[in-house]
């Protein structure tokens, strides 16, 4: 190694009262010497020879390695990092574009049932088939022509909750009314899903809610609250367009 002809960290300095452990008042700690780097990042380039001789453990293992060596180490680790991101973001456009292209396959159907009684029913296959559904059940209000049990009755109630609705509701079964639509009375039903069905432009410029959708689960973590609704509110909004020809 080439001789320093330039000082470039204070010396430190014992004096007698200095009781061997190092910890007198010119001691240089780690955060002064890291600050001091910081500040000065020529350093390493006027004495590019430590570089070569500076070792550090190696973090897999109590081998010593240099730091070329563990910035390599460092950036293979990033690397992986990214890399399973990369992966997880990609897994998720995938099942965007699976969900999207199923949303699609749904509004097909809509648009080519021209018996709009048939309407609910074509919803709640297309639900059950198409989206892995196992449970889904749907109630009109204010409707023509529509048999049971699209308009079974629906308690004043369970109206006016659902036209208070602001998003879709997804979380445990704890809707009695609502889940009691679906298959066996939802019996063995863990998690729910509600989505108000409604007309958005009317001739007063107010919504007006016509219907509930009901999707249900036996698995509890199926439709959680805080979950995303971002689909659900599209499936809210296609199945709406489509049953708003019933209105009467």
Not at 185 to 203: F, P
Request: aromatic share 4%; with cysteine; proline share 5%.
């Amino acid at each position: 190694m080439s001789p320093v002809t330039q000082a470039v960290l204070p010396e430190p300095t014992v004096d007698a009262s200095d009781d061997g452990s190092g910890r007198d008042g010119t001691e240089i700690g780690d955060a002064e010497v890291a600050d001091w780097l910081h500040v000065h990042p020529e350093f390493f380039d006027r004495h590019a020879d430590l570089l070569a001789e500076v070792r550090i453990r190696h973090p897999h293992g109590g081998r010593a390695v240099s730091l070329v060596e563990r910035q390599v180490l460092v950036l293979r680790e990033r690397n992986k990092a990214l890399e399973s991101k990369m992966a997880e973001l990609i897994h998720i456009g995938q099942n965007n574009d699976a969900i999207g292209s199923r949303l699609q396959q749904l509004t097909r159907e809509l648009l080519r049932t021209s018996d709009a009684a048939r309407l609910p029913e074509v919803v709640v296959e297309g639900l059950m088939s198409g989206f892995a559904v196992p449970q889904v059940a749907i109630r009109l209000w204010g409707v023509d022509g529509v048999a049971g049990p699209f308009s079974d009755e629906v308690s004043a109630e369970m109206r006016r909750r659902t036209d208070e609705m602001t998003q879709p509701y997804c979380g445990p079964n704890s809707h009695p009314e609502a889940a009691a639509w679906l298959p066996e009375g939802g019996e063995g039903t863990a998690s729910i899903a509600m989505l108000a069905l409604r007309l958005e432009r009317t001739a007063d410029a107010n919504p007006r809610t016509f219907g509930l959708l009901v999707l249900g689960s036996a698995d509890a973590g199926r439709f959680q609250a805080g979950m995303g609704t971002a689909f659900l509110e599209r499936i809210a909004e296609i199945a709406s367009a489509s049953l708003s020809r019933l209105l009467g």
